[in-house]
């Protein structure tokens, strides 16, 4: 069978239209592909998480939002893209579970805050074939010929696919943290990510040599 060309950029941006998405979602969209360099299923899912997660919570993509992704695999970046939440502000925070899902609270100063989780329905992704077969890694997806028919299946389903709950998490204040020399490196590092008598960056997390 012959190959089958996946959606352009351009191509997924017109179909989306297409079919009547808003307008806001559309801008989602593009600004996510264009983040992320290419309309990666992953991505296009979550920009549908993201936007349930918001609709959920009763929140916009400005307000602050704190975000916990579940993967490390596509689904941050809608979030980076719609809501500003990143690592460098520590309002994302990314756990490598291995499940598509997300988490979105509000800012608080209680011990915990209620918030919303979306993720993944196996369940009700049953009659989309195509995107069942990828999601469930199988051997029966065939990427030359079944990507196009994947994303016309994910933009069909939408939000079907997804559940949400509402769920509490504890909230972690900042803590103030003190500034130490490493012995082998000599440079600084927090004191509490010390590994006995030497960094991290010498230690476990070390993945480099210096080159003479």
Known sequence: ??????YTPVELLE?????GFPEYLQDFFQECIDFHTYPAPGVLIGVF????ALAALGKRPRDKIFVTCETPKCLPDPPQVIMHATIGNHRLR????GKFAITLTPSSADESVEGVRVSIDRKKMSRYATLASWYDNSPAFRPATMKRQLVDEILAAGR????CERVRMKVT???RWKSVTCPSCGEQVPEDLMEGDHCAGCGSMAYYEKVP
Request: aromatic share 4%; charged share 30%; no cysteine.
């Open 173 to 175: 204040p900042k803590k």
């Open 1 to 6: 069978m012959e190959p089958v060309p996946e």
């Open 94 to 97: 990314v756990l490598p579970i």
């Open 160 to 163: 079907d696919i997804l559940s």
């Open 15 to 19: 179909k989306t239209r297409s079919l």
């Open 49 to 52: 998480m993201v936007d349930y």
